[in-house]
């Protein structure tokens, strides 16, 4: 790990005239931008397809793509669309994604564009979509058939199809493949076109020397091809229902704690498997970006049981989760994959020893540095090593100007002390002190580097609704990219040690 820098974006969050971030141009620009300020990372949140909520951390597959991120544009230029296909679209906002009414409209685009496949001559892409389908057949085939049963029964979770489809009895399957087969072709092209912009997108990184930081959920949704294909591997009753469920127990935050709802792994059943499936997963990603991030790392070390019928987590009990026994296989299998821990939350000694075994980087985050005093663990001055990743914030939680306009005077007066600032300029403030710290890497959310309010935050953990939704309404400012630039340049973040002073 040398010392780097890089900036906190989801793909859906770029500008661009199609209510809805894709790997286009936009992205490519993002790409460059980061580049010309000397930042070696572009984070994104989970690139999966996803459901209810529209959140990437509750998707309907761990290693599917989110097809809704296909850039129109890159398919006119492909030929599998024309400027009349993407002439008539609605008034989308610029400033926020209306999914209800992006998805339709994207969804029919990808069917033009399937349809347009089906119909013409395209001899390169049927060539490179014959090797997509070889290559990642381990879950393409089922999730294709999954979406498509999906759709076959309006929506319904796999649970409520009827019981040998919910089952995966072979003939069903093979019934349902046949009857099926125009939707799970619709499904299994659009994934070929989303790895297929995606890799073209991070070889355009690569090549000006930007990298990727990908995001693993540690859970996944119940509603899932992952879980409809692996029961086994989750613990499940005899229909397919959670009997215990992922959550965090009562703290500070929530006199309740959190139920999250996701089925949880059958650990005993993944060590049978030589943890094949998650092995699997973290390869793919690892196919599509250049480090992961852990989510809630600590449930590695041990995760919290709340059983299905609770109403809340209050209930629950802590159970040891797989620990170095995992990891070890993740080292034999993969050699020493760059992972970050996201150690946040109530973090145990166990959960410490555990990412230090592996040499693991963890996570500080500075909108949680200010309310305790001199003895507060995210403040620059107490990291223990330079093996951490220092954030100003994250999608979860305020932005550093809406973390600034809620804090309490105390809060307030520390972090001008500390700083020895007057806060007009918070998040700069706080970039400023994640760059100069003696953390290898540093990340700001771009909504810090455009010193934005809560308007512009990204997620409300718990909040039905309204989240995921913010976007860019245009290019980062040549001045804000100066900034970054000069602070890469003064604090030995650009990449190998370039830039002049």
């Known amino acids: 790990m040398s010392r780097a820098s890089g900036l906190l974006l989801h793909p859906t969050s770029l500008p661009g005239p199609f209510g809805i971030g894709d790997l286009g141009p936009e992205a490519r620009s993002f790409a460059d931008a980061l580049a010309r300020a000397g930042c070696m990372f572009w984070q994104v949140l989970p690139l999966g397809p996803t459901g209810y909520g529209d959140s990437p951390y509750q998707t309907f597959s761990a290693f599917a793509g989110n097809p809704y991120l296909i850039s129109p544009e890159d398919l006119q230029a492909d030929g599998l669309l024309t400027p009349d296909d993407l002439a008539h679209r609605p008034a989308f906002p610029t400033a926020q994604v209306d999914y209800a009414a992006v998805i339709p409209w994207k969804r029919a685009l990808l069917q033009r564009a399937y349809a347009r ?3 013409g001559h395209f001899p390169h892409l049927e060539a490179e979509l014959a090797a997509f389908q070889k290559n990642q057949q381990a879950w393409l085939d089922d999730f294709a058939l999954f979406m498509a049963l999906k759709e ?24 349902a493949r046949t009857s099926l087969a125009d939707a799970v072709g619709q499904v299994v092209f659009e994934q070929f076109l989303f790895f297929r912009q995606w890799r073209a997108l991070r070889r355009f990184a690569s090549e000006r020397g930007v990298q990727f930081i990908g995001d693993a959920p540690i859970f ?24 215990v469920v992922a959550g ?8 309740t704690g959190q139920r999250w709802g996701n089925p949880l792994y059958c650990w005993e059943a993944h060590r049978q498997q030589g943890y094949a499936w998650w092995l699997a997963r973290l390869r793919t990603l690892l196919d599509l970006v250049d480090v992961v991030r852990l989510d809630h790392f600590r449930g590695f070390a041990a995760y919290w049981e709340v059983p299905a019928d609770a109403p809340t987590a209050e209930t629950g009990r802590w159970v040891p989760g797989p620990g170095a026994a995992f990891f070890a296989a993740v080292r034999d299998t993969l050699g020493a994959p760059p992972l970050i821990a996201e150690d946040l939350g109530v973090i145990t000694p166990d959960v410490v020893a555990l990412r230090e075994q592996f040499g693991f980087p963890g996570m500080k985050v500075l909108v949680f540095a200010f309310d305790s005093g001199p003895g507060n663990p995210f403040l620059p001055h107490n990291y223990t090593s330079p093996n951490f990743v ?69 997620n409300y953990p718990g909040r039905l609704g309204g989240n ?8 980062l400012p ?19 040690g370039g830039g002049p002073l």
């Open 117 to 119: 496949f089906r119909e």
């Open 152 to 175: 076959a029964h309006q929506g319904a979770p796999w649970t409520a199809w009827p019981e040998p489809l919910r089952s995966r009895d072979p003939q069903a399957l093979a019934r």
């Open 220 to 243: 996944v949704a119940h509603d899932s091809a992952d879980v409809w294909a692996h029961p086994e591997l989750f613990c499940l009753d005899e229909t397919g229902q959670p009997t």
């Open 248 to 255: 965090v127990p009562p703290d500070y935050f929530s006199a």
């Open 390 to 458: 220092v954030y100003t914030g994250t999608h979860d939680n305020d932005t550093a100007v809406g973390w600034w306009q809620r804090a309490s005077e105390e809060e307030k007066d520390f972090l001008r002390r500390y700083l020895a600032t007057d806060g007009r300029d918070v998040a700069w403030d706080l970039i400023r002190a994640a760059w100069r710290s003696v953390a290898k890497w540093a990340i700001a959310p771009v909504q810090d580097v455009l010193s934005l309010d809560n308007r512009a935050r990204m």
């Open 468 to 475: 995921w939704a913010w976007r860019m309404e245009g290019p």
């Open 478 to 496: 040549e001045d804000a990219l100066a900034r970054l630039a000069e602070f890469n340049r003064v604090y030995g973040r650009w990449p190998h």
